[in-house]
């Protein structure tokens, strides 16, 4: 028998209960009147953010204008849903040509490219067509379990080694039928440049916010530390696993436990191993990772959820990388989390 679960990216709109109980805390409180909350759809989700204006007194309908703008250049250029974005464009290239690229594809790709190598491959933005085949790619979801031919041919067109980099000209070329895929981290790296927009307009405390992954900067119209709260990885309910006070810091989670589907009793998670062709198949049902960059902790999130809990703690301990992971053992979720994450543990509570 096959049963499922909503299928859809990396990061599924689920992890907005991170934003949506960041909201309830400040809602504790009398929030000044001041504070100014935004918001919109993109990405196939939503975005939000909470903002105390600066000493410019910038319209709050400029501030919209001027992040709805930048929202729809990143669109323009990372969607895989637009077949005329910059992506899709690259994608349909000859192998072997030269494509010159925009500076929002340039970067996303040389950090993409550097978390895969320093990952052992366990991040890859080609990954998609696996995605596609394990059917939790855009095309209708299939639930159904592909046979070892079919995952060798989709493997054989997946491998950052296969696509070149030139950074100084700021080109790219695909030396393989590989397609790329930004959909686990152009979310985080969205929020960075939005995050960068409203400094720019000398808005220095404020909440940024997409499909769940955030950055936060000064303080809470509550005029103390961002409360931010990691869920509790458990299906069909939504609770608080940890709640820590952040300023100046992006967060992003990944997990597998909402997005899955069910044969004959053993579940297939939607992150795929780009090394075995495979879903993962491990305890680790939830990582949260803390950096400066959205975009940073994004990309992390999705590698050390491939990884597994042993080998992404020793990872992170190595890249001195904030990270809390949720490890299910049996009927328990058990944390554990590097020691650059062990000064935000009392910043919050817990409710292990």
Known sequence: MITGRTHGRSHSPEWLFCFLVVLLLLGGCTRPSTGITLSGATMGTTWHVTYLPGERAVPSEQVQETLETLLLAINDSMSTWQSDSEISRFNRSAVGAWVAVSPHFARVTE????????????????????????????????MAVPDQAAIDAAGSRVGQAFLEFDVELQ??????????????????????????????????????????????????????????AIERPEPGTQSVALGVALSDMAVATSGDYRNYFEVEGQRFSHSIDPRTGYPVAHDLVSVTVLAESCMTADGWATALTVLGADAALALAEAQGLAVYLMRRDGERIVPVYSSAFEPWLDTGSSTQ
């Not at 320093?118 to 855009?138: I, Q, R």
């Open 171 to 228: 080109r790219m070329r695909r030396l393989r039928d590989i397609e790329l895929d930004f959909s686990s981290i152009a979310k985080g790296y969205a929020v960075d440049i939005l995050a960068d927009a409203l400094s720019e307009l000398e808005i220095s405390n404020y909440l940024v916010e997409i499909g769940g992954e955030m950055r936060v900067a000064g303080s809470s119209p509550r005029g103390d530390a961002w409360r931010v």
């Open 111 to 142: 950090e993409a490219l550097r978390i895969g190598k320093l990952s052992g491959g366990a991040y890859d933005v080609t990954v998609g067509p696996l995605v596609e085949l394990w059917g939790f790619g855009p095309v209708q979801p299939r």
